[in-house]
Every structure is written in C-alpha cells, then in structure tokens.
C-alpha cells in the first residue's frame, strides 16, 4: 500500500490539446464504452485523450468493484464531477445555461444515462474546453470517494528534462507536516509548522535552517483554528509547478521574523537520504536501523543490516525508525512483522459486509528475538502503519513518537481505462489485528515523544532518546 496523490503536475501539458469537433453520438463511436474494467496485463501503452466513455468506465468499474461499491451513493460521485464541470466553466469565463444538474433518482445506469446527456450538451457548446472539462470531471469522481487509496493516474511524463539521478525537485525542505498528508488526513497534523530539514535547492540558498517557524505561505495561515489548511500543500510542489512560494518565517532563537520567496526547481539531494534502509550501531549494543519505505525486497534489507551488526557482538535490542515512510508493499509489511512474531494476525482486509481476508505472519522468517521499539509521526502511513498497529496489538513492540497519519484504507487495486490510463482503489478495507479501524484515525504510540521546532533546531531527536531509554531499563 502506498500513499499516492492525483498525477496532477503535468496537467497543463494535457489540457492544450483541445478538440474542436463534437463528440459523436455513442452509435457513430467505433468503440463501445467499455463498462468493464480489469486489471493491467501489461504496461498500458501511450495515453488517449480522456472522453465521455471513459469517465463512464471508470463510474461503473469503482461501483462494480470498490470495497463499498456495492452499498454507495453513486450520485455523490456524478454530483462531485458535476460540481467540478461548472467550475471549470466558470473559470474559463464559459458558464452555460444548459449547466444545470439534471435530476437524479438513485438508480445508477438512468443517472448515468441523464449525467452523460447533460455533459455532452455542454462539452458540445464548448469543444475548445472537452479535454479539460473530461479530465476535471473525472478526477472529482475520484475524489468524490473520499479514500485516501483511491487514485486516478493520468499523464505522468512530468520529469524535469534536466534531472538527474536523486535529484529533487521542489522548494529544498521538509517540514513536519506535508501536502499529502493534509490531502490525505488533515486531523492528525499538528500546529506549528515548521522546517525539519533543509534539503538544498532555494530553501538552502535562502538560508532556512531546521526549526524555522513557517508563520504564513503566500499570505495564507497554514493553520487556523487548530486545523490545516490547504496552504500547506504550496511546500510540496511537484514538477512543472513553477510558481514562487512566498514564506514567513519564525527564527525561536533569536527571534527574528521575515519573509522569503522561494522558486521551485531542481537541487541535488544527498545521495544516503536516498536508500531505503540505513543503519549503524548505537551504545555499542543497540541495532538502528531506519526505512523509509516498504519497497520490494526492504524487510530482508532490514534482517542483513542487523546481521551485520550483530556480527561480533550481542545485540540487546532494534530500533526501527519508520518516520516518513510513506508505505509500500504489504507483503514486506508482514515479513517484517514476521522477525518478531509467528503465528500472528497482522491485519483483516474486509468488504463492506464484512466478509474479511486475514493476513498472517510468514513463519518462514527467521525470529530475531530482540526487544523492539519503533519511531513513528504523522507522515507513517499505509503499510507502515499495517506494521505499526501489528507491533502495538500484538505486543511485540513498543511505539515511541507521534500517532500515524489514518492514510490506511486499504490496499489499492489498480484497474485499466479505454485511454490507457489507471484508475486505483481498494477493493477491501484495511482492519487491524485486533480488528480496529485505522483509516483516519491513525496508530497512538505508546510514548507520545513529539518533536518541536527547538529540538529541530538543536539537532535533538527526543523520540530516539526516549527509545534508547527504554531499552536500557
């Protein structure tokens, strides 16, 4: 499972392609619309402009098979692309009268029937605007689901034509809470904002510095009334997204307030922030080893990194650092598990009535028989948090840090379109071991060791001190 966002950064580049005659009527089309979705056999070939049939594909392919398909709403979703059509009108100053929602009754095939009557009156009025009114209305059936799994990836050539490898793209920091994360959960992330590391690129030049107090972005608070904002998400810019992010910033230490404009672009990242999995020895007894990401393959990293540095010596307990891993695989998820536990249940994939898939642990791994504490935040989600919920219900561990971020719905099947895109979502829901809901609420760690900005800017980590302590009782 992994966290992924709406391709949206190369949008630009598919929306100048505008067509200028009108759709033809589903009888003169050479292709049905093709209802049916089913997984990729193969790497999709080149994408197709995004039409009428293809945003009805996709309508029935998430109720024919989304986990709650079966009991959904489906006028929320015409609803959400509808209100996305009129305001991609608007935007383009193009309102038209025959823009009015056409009246829905709650049987799917004759909503659709009245949806796609409507759209193509409209996208007939304007066929400089079809791409791009298809496209918008399509991403907000996606997001009218409300599942942080659910993903429609669409034109995803944007790489700058200059990076390189391990190159960055963006404003050059980190900050403790980021633009997924407020797409994807907004309630777990935490006022202030602040710089936790600066990676190179603007933010570099300009000075910032780990602890720096980010006040406002582009003149908007990135907090009001305790709760994110949509602010956040201009730290996080993704390529071609060019425009300036203005700051304001906080100095704690000496108190120094100014602001700073900063311009995405390319940086050249520290090449050892890059791997998976790091590890190295602490009080010459304790295995640290932090991963980044449950990619294929990163829980038997993880068993040779602390074979190695068990060699020679008698280890007395593992900290594993999981904050900032976004997710993954599940499967190395539970082989992970798996060096602490056998025998286990680490997480039921559940439909909507209920029906449930139980993960066990793989007795095939090698116990490692060593004490456990594992560094979380808000930015572990997804698989990590399939393996943090394990650790906690199961006992084998002990979670030191801050709740996970809820991004756990569950894990995303990824079905084909007629235009050679990929629509995502679960087609079960994720429960923990002990069969608790995680999505949007997260995994609480057993000691909340939260870090501020004057730790940050200290070089402290409270939460591997709390860790170390812990294992030496």
């Known amino acids: ?124 009025r304007v066929p400089d605007l079809r791409d791009k009114l298809a496209v918008v209305t399509l991403e907000a059936i996606v997001a009218g689901l409300g599942d942080n799994h659910a993903h429609w990836a669409h034109d995803l050539g944007g790489r700058h034509p200059d990076s390189y490898d391990g190159d960055g793209y963006g404003l050059g920091l ?24 600066v990676q190179g690129g603007a933010a570099q030049a300009a000075g910032l510095r780990p602890g720096d107090i980010i006040e406002s972005i582009n003149g908007s608070a990135p907090f009001i009334e305790g709760k994110a904002t949509p602010a956040i998400e201009a730290l996080n810019p993704q390529y071609p997204q060019a425009r300036p992010v203005r700051l304001r910033l906080l100095r704690q230490s000496t108190g120094r307030r100014w602001s700073v404009t900063l311009k995405p672009g390319l940086y050249q990242r520290d090449l050892t922030t890059l791997q998976v999995v790091q590890s190295k020895l602490l009080d010459d007894n304790i295995a640290y ?59 039921y994939q559940c439909t909507v009535e209920g029906r449930c898939e139980t993960s066990w642990t793989d007795d095939t ?17 997804s698989a990590c948090e399939h ?20 991004v756990i719905s569950g894990p995303a099947q990824s079905y084909l379109l007629g235009n050679n895109t990929t629509l995502g979502f679960p087609a079960r829901h994720h429960l923990g071991p002990n069969r608790e809901v995680i999505d949007r609420i997260g995994v609480p760690p057993d000691h909340h060791v939260p870090l501020t900005p004057k730790d940050a800017a200290a070089g402290r980590d409270p939460a591997l001190a709390k860790a170390l302590t812990l294992l030496h009782q």
């Not at 116990?367 to 930015?379: A, F, G, H, I, W």
């Not at 561990?397 to 809820?406: E, N």
């Open 289 to 347: 080893v932090r991963l980044r990401g449950f990619a294929p393959d990163s829980a038997t990293r993880v068993f040779k990194a602390i074979s190695r540095l068990r060699t020679g010596r008698t280890l007395t307990g593992v900290v594993l650092d999981l904050r900032g891993n976004g997710g993954g695989s599940p499967r190395e998820a539970i082989r992970l598990v798996s060096a602490f536990a056998h025998g286990k249940v680490t997480a």
């Open 365 to 381: 791994v090698e116990l490692l028989n060593l004490p456990l504490m594992v560094l979380t935040d808000r930015s572990c989600a």
């Open 174 to 197: 980190q900050a403790n809470v980021n633009g997924p994360q407020v797409e994807g959960n907004p309630g777990v992330a935490l006022a202030p904002l602040f710089v936790t590391e």
């Open 1 to 124: 499972m992994t966290v992924i966002r709406t391709a949206t950064a190369g949008l630009a580049l598919l929306l100048a392609a505008a067509c200028t005659a009108p759709a033809p009527p589903r009888s003169q089309t050479n292709t049905a619309a093709g209802t049916v979705c089913a997984a990729p056999q193969a790497p999709p070939g080149a994408e197709t402009a995004t039409t009428i049939d293809v945003i009805e594909q996709a309508y029935f392919c998430i109720l024919g098979n989304y986990y709650s398909g079966a009991t959904l709403d489906a006028r929320s979703l015409l609803g959400a692309g509808f209100i996305a059509l009129t305001q991609e009108l608007n935007r383009n100053g193009r309102d038209l009268p025959e823009a009015t929602m056409p009246a829905l009754t709650g049987d799917r095939k004759a909503d659709w029937t009245a949806f796609e009557a409507v759209y193509r009156k409209i996208t007939d």
């Open 387 to 406: 393996f943090s919920s394990a650790v906690k219900d199961l006992g084998i561990g002990r979670l030191v840090g801050t709740r996970t971020a809820g």
